[in-house]
Every structure is written in structure tokens, then in C-alpha cells.
């Protein structure tokens, strides 16, 4: 089997360096890809876009592809699993109807209310007056999203007033076509809950727990994500059995129902309540970044399987192989992110083996000769399996600490919630 993964982020280095383990799968290819994924054995670069789609479709065509797998979520609502079905080209992701559960915060803010799936009070809004009188009728602390995609720092959670005004007034510019979505804070704990779906039924991923905050103790702005873990103590099995039934079945029923059923990764944004009870924050139509690469690490079954079980038949009775073991990443980050990031700066101590149980997964990366250099904002996650989560971490930092490049950044605690 030839696979392509569309992406070059630390994701679709996850995804594809457990692909090519997958029987019978004899190329990886990875469009554009990153230094991390240029040097992987078994896997081999194509340097086209991820959102040029139209050649991404003429290069499966061309190379004989049996399975594309999309990491981001731009090509997906831009249309690429439609563009591929009609080429006849298996390609695992929704569509661009579908992926509109993340393309536009409104439409899924709407379709939750619309089938009764729990979240958070909201109101949308495109003109700033009426959304700065609603934020100050509210009160703070209060959500303010961007309505479209925003590469995971599209959210600011308002702690005060100012906050959210700021936040409204970034992202409603006068006389454009912007649009808000404001929510009601939800306080509890996150989680991330991913799933394998086929269009009727889903199987969950192990579960996750992903640190948005840039800065220790949840501080700071948001961003793509500073670290994950797997599993999330806080996903016990009967809250895992209520996320199911209450949320992700009602999800596959409602979008069949609204004529756009789903196929691919489905993630769910989780704010479980002090009471146990779930909310969705979010929905996303891809694997999670960083959530990805711990997953990955503990993933025994075979990926490609999976993903072909889910476009051509049920995952109704599928159960997937873990490794028991829990795993941690962290994420090293370029000076400057999340705001624009310093790049061209040579990165120390990736020739060297590494250590035991721990891996490490490119994203914001590319050579420049034989030499790996930062080209974006989350440059590295460094991931540690260890007996218990406390091992995992420490071997995860372990190898983050042979790691260096002027300005590089990175959270000190991650998994703190689950390690008391």
C-alpha cells in the first residue's frame, strides 16, 4: 500500500512514522513535510502545499496512492476528501460540508443547540456595538472566539471586561465581514477526546489532555498547544461511556440528519464540570497537534487498517491496542510564538540517539543543507513513555533538555492536573 499524508506539522510526522508500520504499507509519502519527516527512514518528502489540493490529486493520481490521510484542518474545509472522492482517490477526512464543525465556531455552535448536545451558553455577533453591549450586560470572565479557522489561537478567554472588548474590537475590524462567537466560561477541567468514525459509528482514541496556555500554570495566551499527555485521568470510564452516548453519537446521528455524514478524525474539546459532566468547547475535523504524537506513541494497531476500515466498513466492533503505558509530550517552541516566531536558527542535538522510550517529532522545521533550522512557531515536541505518567515526563523533559536553539521556549509542567 502507497500512502500520503497531507501536512508538515508535528502531527503529520505522528501520523506518518506510525503508517509505515502498518502491514503492507511500502511508501510514506509526506506533502510538504518537515526536516523531522525529510530524515525518517521510510518516509519521503513531495514539495507541494497542503492546500494545493489540485495538485495534491493529480500527484496520488499520478504515484498510485492507495490512502491519503489529511492532517490539517485548512484542506478540509477547503474541500480536499471532495475533490479526492471525485477523482476516485481514497482520502480519509470529511468533507467540506462536514468540516464545517471547525471551519465556522457559528455553524457548530448552532448545530450543537440544534440537536441538543451539551455546551456552553453563546451568541454570535458581526457588529462590534451590539457584541460589546452583550459582553458588558454579561460580565467577565467570558470566551470571545474567532468564528473561523485561527490555528488553535483564534480563543481568548476574557478574565476581565477590557479583555473581551480587546479581543472583540481584533476581531470585528470596522467595516469588515468578521464574525464572534461569545460563550458564557465554562470552569472545570479539559480534555480531548478523538475518534476513528465511519459516517454511522465512532471508536475512540486513547484519551488526552492537551495545555493551551503558553506560559506554566495555565497562564498566558492561548495557543496551539504547549504539551499533551495520554491517558487523562479525568476521562474515568463512565465519564468516557457519557461522552459517548451524550455527545459524540448525537454528533455522527445530527450530521447524517443534516444530510453531511462523517468520516475521518473527529476531535471533541471537552470541559468536564465539577460534577462530571461534559461540555463541548470545540469541535475539530482532524487529530489533535499535539495530542497526536503521545497517541501515536502508544497506538499498537494498525493505522492504516483503521483508516480504510472507517471509509469502506464499520468500526462499530472494533477495540484498539494500546500500549498501557502512558506517554507525555512537550513542546519546544520558537522565540516570539504565539506571536510571529523567530525562525532560521540552527537547532543543537537532534544527531544524537534517543533516549530510552522517548521520541521526538518535528513540526516548525526544515533543512537548510544538512543542517535542521526553526521555520515556525512550535519547532519540536519531545515525547517520554514511562511505567507511571511521572516517568513519562521525566523522560520526556530528559530529552527536550538535549535539545537547544537561541530563544527556544517551553512549559515546565506539563501534566501537572493529572500528577497532583
Not at 510564538?337 to 513540526?363: M, N
Request: net charge negative; glycine share 12%; charged share 20%.
Amino acid at each position: 500500500m502507497r500512502v500520503l499524508v497531507v501536512g508538515g506539522g508535528g502531527r503529520e510526522h505522528a501520523l506518518a512514522w506510525r503508517l509505515r508500520q502498518s502491514a503492507g504499507v511500502t511508501a510514506v509519502f509526506v506533502a510538504p513535510g518537515n526536516a523531522g519527516t525529510a530524515r525518517e527512514p521510510g518516509l519521503e518528502n513531495v514539495p507541494i502545499a497542503a492546500d494545493a489540493v489540485a495538485e495534491l490529486v493529480a500527484f496520488a493520481t499520478t504515484e498510485q496512492i492507495d490512502l491519503t490521510v489529511v492532517g490539517p484542518e485548512a484542506p478540509l474545509v477547503q474541500g480536499i476528501r471532495d475533490a479526492f472522492d471525485a477523482a476516485g482517490l481514497k482520502c480519509f477526512g470529511p468533507t467540506a460540508a462536514a468540516a464545517q464543525l471547525e471551519g465556522s465556531k457559528a455553524f457548530a455552535k448552532a448545530f450543537l443547540e440544534r440537536h441538543n448536545i451539551p455546551t456552553a451558553r453563546y451568541a454570535v455577533f458581526t457588529e462590534t456595538a451590539a457584541a460589546l453591549a452583550y459582553v458588558r450586560e454579561q460580565g467577565a470572565p467570558i470566551v470571545v472566539k474567532a468564528d473561523g479557522l485561527a490555528a488553535g489561537k483564534g480563543v481568548v478567554v476574557a478574565e476581565t471586561l477590557a479583555q473581551a472588548e480587546a479581543a472583540i474590537v481584533e476581531r470585528l475590524p470596522a467595516g469588515g465581514d468578521g464574525k464572534v462567537v461569545i460563550e458564557e466560561f465554562l470552569s472545570g477541567e479539559e480534555a480531548s477526546y478523538i475518534c476513528l468514525c465511519d459516517g454511522t459509528h465512532a471508536v475512540p482514541f486513547a484519551s488526552s489532555q492537551d495545555h493551551k496556555r503558553l506560559l506554566d500554570g495555565d497562564e498566558g495566551p492561548n495557543t496551539g498547544g504547549m504539551g499533551a499527555y495520554s491517558p487523562a485521568p479525568v476521562l474515568t470510564p463512565e465519564v468516557d461511556a457519557l461522552v459517548l452516548r451524550e455527545i459524540v453519537e448525537p454528533t455522527l446521528a445530527g450530521m447524517r440528519a443534516d444530510g453531511m455524514p462523517y468520516q475521518g478524525f473527529l476531535y471533541v474539546g471537552l470541559m468536564i464540570t465539577a460534577d462530571g459532566a461534559p461540555k463541548v468547547i470545540e469541535y475539530n475535523c482532524r487529530f489533535g497537534d499535539p495530542e497526536a504524537q503521545p497517541i501515536m506513541v502508544r497506538l499498537r494497531s494498525d493505522l492504516a487498517a483503521l483508516c480504510e476500515q472507517a471509509l469502506t466498513g464499520s468500526v462499530r466492533e472494533l477495540i484498539l491496542d494500546w500500549d498501557p503505558r502512558p506517554a507525555l509530550a512537550v513542546v519546544l517552541a520558537a522565540a516570539n510564538y504565539p506571536g510571529a516566531p523567530a525562525t532560521g536558527d540552527p537547532i543543537e542535538g537532534l544527531d544524537t540517539a534517543p533516549l530510552k522510550d522517548s521520541f521526538v517529532f518535528h513540526a516548525g522545521t526544515r533543512l537548510e543543507g544538512d543542517a535542521v533550522v526553526t521555520s515556525g512557531g512550535r519547532v519540536l515536541a519531545t515525547v517520554g513513555l514511562g511505567e507511571g505518567l511521572k516517568q513519562a515526563r521525566d523522560t520526556a523533559y530528559a530529552q527536550a533538555d538535549r535539545i537547544s536553539w537561541p530563544g527556544c521556549q517551553r512549559r515546565s509542567d506539563i501534566g501537572y492536573r493529572a500528577l497532583g
